[in-house]
């Protein structure tokens, strides 16, 4: 099926390690988009690619690098994990045509 | 203060009733209004863009009022699949490439 597809679903991290959560779209859409959810907070980006061979940042890019490998993929990276970084992580990508993003199944990330 | 603001309900409703849910944002040059469905523990969908002269979805009717900077969401008939949390998304300011998210309003349709 068409979409976004985020890897790996769970994952339990110690404070100090390193991870990179992969993201791959298949609709041949531009942009790309890392966002993480909290408890009682919304969405908040984390870092974003308008296309191919550019990103920036979101609001709440500390701790966090990305790399958008080809027009396809979008990877994160916890370069040292840390316990408030404990979150749901979302892929999306942006469709110009709906005019909305469509969402991968999220990865949900703890850091003890 | 925030740049989207909902309240988080919850809004517990029977069956074949109508409700409305409101959010603010603060960036009076946002343009891009959307409203996204949240299921627990899924992935949020989108539900409808919200235009400036209303638009309707079946049972689903936004509305934006840029003098008060807020839109809405009304549900009728309200089924039980209804049940999700509501989240409102505008776009940052004249920044297209980059949203802010509501932290959501929770519905809870009962039978």
């Known amino acids: 099926n068409a979409g976004v597809t985020q890897t790996p679903k769970f994952q339990v991290l110690k404070t100090g390690q390193s991870m990179t959560l992969q993201c791959a779209q298949d609709?041949?859409?531009?942009?790309m988009y890392w966002y993480r959810q909290d408890p009682g907070m919304g969405l908040r980006l984390i870092y974003y690619?308008?296309?191919?061979?550019?990103?920036d940042k979101g609001e709440v890019p500390n701790g966090y690098n990305v790399s958008r490998l080809n027009k396809r993929e979008f990877s994160l990276r916890l370069e040292s994990a840390a316990p408030s970084q404990t979150s749901v992580y979302f892929c999306?990508?942006?469709?110009?045509?709906?005019?909305?993003?469509?969402f991968g199944s999220g990865t949900r990330l703890t850091v003890v | 203060r925030k740049e989207v603001e909902q309240d988080p309900g919850p809004f517990n409703v029977p069956e074949g009733a109508t409700v409305a849910f409101n959010c603010t944002y603060s960036n009076s040059a946002s343009q891009s209004f959307f409203w996204y469905r949240q299921d627990c523990r899924k992935e949020p969908k989108l539900l409808m863009s919200v235009y400036s002269s209303g638009n309707e979805d079946g049972r689903f009717t936004a509305q934006l009022n840029r003098a008060s900077q807020y839109i809405s969401l009304l549900i009728r008939d309200s089924k039980l699949s209804d049940s999700a949390t509501y989240l409102c998304v505008v776009n940052m300011g004249n920044n297209f490439n980059k949203f802010y998210f509501g932290s959501g309003t929770k519905l809870n349709v009962k039978p």
């Open positions: 999306a990508s942006w469709d110009s045509l709906s005019y909305g993003y469509t």
């Open positions: 609709m041949n859409h531009n942009s």
């Open positions: 690619s308008a296309s191919e061979g550019t990103t």
